[in-house]
């Protein structure tokens, strides 16, 4: 019952009113940040409880769960668990497709989201591509990247010299692209 089920978005807004109840929490200030599986949850989150949450960051989460199984893990462990938490893999049956993808956080994110929403991508993310990220930008603000743009920053793909490239100061990473629109970097 894992992988963006219902019952893992309910855990942690029990795990939030837990640490409600046990520390001095201000309820403004509820931040959530996930990497790779957890940047998958925190758009799911962004998407169902944006009202709990201050701000979420993800960090190279999985955006659409069928493409990352067929793309890129159609035969590792990270396949085998996603066959076991959905029954079989995507192009088994339409049911199952329709299980990976209402657990997918393409299938809920739309633009005008209410909740601060800080995304971000490895360029060379060897378990995660970078166009997870990218096309669910791209979802929530439809005319910041196109399509062409995103696809100048995919995985082994010699990354654009403009119009955004520069050191980020507090990492010294660079960054290949940096765009902001209603509520999303």
Request: glycine fraction near 8%; aromatic fraction near 10%.
């Given at each position: 019952?894992?992988?963006?089920?219902?019952?893992?978005?309910?855990?942690?807004?029990?795990?939030?009113?837990?640490?409600?109840?046990?520390y001095?929490?201000?309820?403004?200030h509820?931040?959530l940040?996930?990497?790779?599986?957890g940047?998958?949850?925190?758009?799911?989150?962004?998407?169902?409880?944006p009202?709990?949450?201050?701000?979420?960051?993800?960090?190279?989460?999985?955006?659409?769960?069928s493409?990352?199984?067929?793309?890129?893990?159609?035969?590792?462990?990270y396949?085998?668990?996603?066959?076991?938490?959905?029954?079989?893999?995507?192009?088994?049956?339409?049911?199952i497709?329709?299980?990976?993808?209402?657990?997918?956080?393409?299938?809920?994110?739309?633009?005008?989201?209410?909740?601060?929403?800080?995304?971000?991508?490895?360029?060379?993310?060897?378990?995660?591509?970078?166009?997870?990220?990218?096309?669910?930008?791209?979802?929530?603000?439809?005319?910041?990247?196109s399509?062409?743009?995103?696809?100048?920053?995919?995985?082994?793909?010699?990354p654009?010299?403009?119009?955004?490239?520069?050191?980020?100061?507090?990492?010294?990473?660079?960054?290949?692209?940096?765009?902001?629109?209603?509520?999303?970097?």
């Amino acid at each position: 019952d894992g992988c963006g089920s219902r019952t893992i978005r309910q855990d942690i807004l029990d795990g939030v009113e837990y640490m409600k109840t046990k520390y001095a929490v201000d309820s403004k200030h509820v931040y959530l940040l996930g990497f790779s599986g957890g940047g998958f949850i925190s758009m799911l989150m962004a998407a169902f409880h944006p009202d709990v949450f201050a701000a979420i960051s993800e960090w190279s989460g999985i955006a659409d769960l069928s493409s990352w199984y067929t793309d890129e893990h159609p035969s590792d462990r990270y396949a085998e668990g996603m066959r076991q938490c959905f029954g079989g893999a995507p192009g088994e049956s339409s049911a199952i497709r329709a299980a990976y993808m209402d657990r997918s956080p393409v299938s809920h994110l739309k633009p005008g989201l209410v909740v601060p929403f800080d995304m971000n991508a490895q360029n060379n993310d060897p378990v995660v591509s970078n166009q997870h990220s990218l096309r669910a930008f791209r979802i929530l603000e439809p005319a910041l990247l196109s399509e062409e743009e995103a696809k100048q920053l995919a995985r082994g793909a010699t990354p654009p010299a403009t119009p955004y490239v520069r050191t980020d100061p507090s990492t010294s990473r660079t960054v290949y692209l940096r765009r902001e629109g209603h509520n999303v970097r």
